[in-house]
């Protein structure tokens, strides 16, 4: 994967259950998901963006995230049990 920006990623798309407003494209995430790699030429370690993760609201007021990594898209929830 090559860098590409600031780690943005695209707002969420439609289909999740029971989804709350729908995210502008473009808008930054909540967190950046990034990958530690050892660069032997610079002598340090940098990070490399590789996704985001968004807070939603569904429709009846339950907070969860949308994590982004390459063409996966996961739905995070708070583990309350």
Request: hydrophobic fraction near 30%; avoid cysteine; proline fraction near 7%.
């Amino acid at each position: 994967m090559d860098k590409s920006g600031d780690g943005e990623m695209p707002g969420t798309v439609g289909g999740e259950p029971d989804e709350g407003e729908p995210r502008a494209p473009g808008m930054k995430p909540d967190f950046r998901i990034v990958q530690p790699e050892y660069v032997q030429a610079l002598g340090k370690t940098v990070y490399k963006d590789v996704g985001a993760m968004w807070r939603n609201v569904s429709k009846s007021g339950n907070e969860f995230y949308t994590l982004k990594i390459g063409k996966l898209k996961l739905l995070v929830f708070q583990n309350t049990r």
